[in-house]
């Protein structure tokens, strides 16, 4: 029998809702940068000024902030993974442990600025038609 079976259940649910929600920011930040590239030949389709082959290249906020999504989700992973290994071992030990959250804290703090610029960003594509 696991010793502490029931702590090491809840950590392992843990990392896998973190990994979880990893794989949604990083599905995001795929759909955001393509939705750049959606909103630019829109932009060209109803300025009449159509570019045969639709070789347009993606830039712009749009598709840092798809690059940044993507990355701070791989970094999520990496986070919990890290987070996951450190806590069964503290569950394990003997000695009590207070471990600080500045990192999820952080990484929250990165999602509502980038959410925040993005609606900006939305907004603006909208109201200019660019």
């Given at each position: 029998m696991i010793r502490n079976f029931s702590d090491h259940a809840a950590n392992e649910r843990t990392f896998l809702a973190w990994v979880r929600t990893a794989i949604a920011v990083m599905a995001f930040g795929f759909l955001v940068a393509k939705f750049n590239l959606f909103l630019k030949i829109a932009a060209q389709s109803l300025a009449g000024t159509r570019v045969p082959g639709i070789a347009l290249r993606g830039g712009g906020f749009g598709d840092v902030a798809g690059l940044v999504l993507i990355v701070s989700g791989t970094a999520m992973v990496a986070m919990a993974a890290l987070r996951f290994i450190r806590t069964g071992r503290a569950?394990?030990?003997?000695?009590?442990?207070?471990?600080?959250?500045?990192?999820?804290?952080?990484?929250a703090a990165l999602m509502v600025v980038l959410g925040i610029a993005l609606a900006l960003y939305v907004f603006r594509a909208l109201v200019t038609g660019v």
């Open positions: 569950i394990d030990s003997p000695e009590l442990r207070d471990d600080g959250a500045r990192m999820d804290l952080a990484l």
